[in-house]
């Protein structure tokens, strides 16, 4: 039912796809992996899985195997969008009516573009937009409750770590804000074609509330920006643009009960969400 490492090469060569750096295409080619990473997502049989970048198939496959009840392939190639269904048809006719392929930019998707709800995203994505991806999805899919994805090392530990880390940053805080991430493992070279020049690592997710505040999400990620822009300062010089000035900035930091010498790496998400509230109420006073 899988797809060999000759399976997928074939495929490529009857379509005239070779792999593009632009979009980041370096395709799983490994039963084991993919395997893996579907054993790891804990489908269930009333939730529907959303995959970003099915590429040719290998992981859609494989969460079939596992039972996925549906599963919505988002693909940004057409060409492998439209052979998707072939592919499918051909190693799993009975189960080809559970696959959706949707031919779209995962950075634009949102539910109207999908056939349903996704509960869980499953998604080997592209090294070079993963974080922008994953936080959009967050964003536009309230649906999705949890999820494994495989992204490039260094950005699993981005998005992995926590307050006072040395890889703690703006992809992490802005992640807290809608999951909980925790490394899943890690994943060779090897098993992609092309073999990319860095390491890959899985991340599990699992959605929870986000810190209770009067601010938006879009108050909460500006004084996230506006924080870490200029990681080596404190926060009373780092959020002086933000907040109109340095002496502004530090008593908008007395109010959330942060020390203005502190540095952004310091701040958990629910802090900048209290820093963006006051923010909000100091405007609103104006």
Known sequence: MLLTPSDVREIARR???RPSKRLGQNFVIEPGTVRRIAALAELRPDEAVLEVGPGFGSLTLALLEAGAPAVIAVEIDPALAGELPRTIAARAPGLAGRVSAVAA????????????APAVLVANLPYNVAVPVLLHLMGALPSLGRGVVMVQAEVADRICAGPGSKAYGAPSAKLAWFAAARPAGTVPRTVFWPVPNVDSRLVALTRHDPPATAAS??????VIDAAFGQRRKTLRAALAGWAGSAAQAQRLLRAAGIDP?????SLDVAQFARLAAAH???ARTI
Not at 105 to 110: C, H, S, T
Not at 261 to 265: F, L, M, V
Request: glycine fraction near 14%; charge should be negative.
């Open 280 to 282: 909000r109420d100091a």
């Open 105 to 116: 930019d995962a950075l634009k998707v949102g539910a109207p573009d999908l056939p349903a």
């Open 217 to 222: 999400r879009e108050q909460v990620f500006a």
């Open 15 to 17: 379509l005239g796809i």
């Open 261 to 265: 010498g502190a540095r952004g790496e």
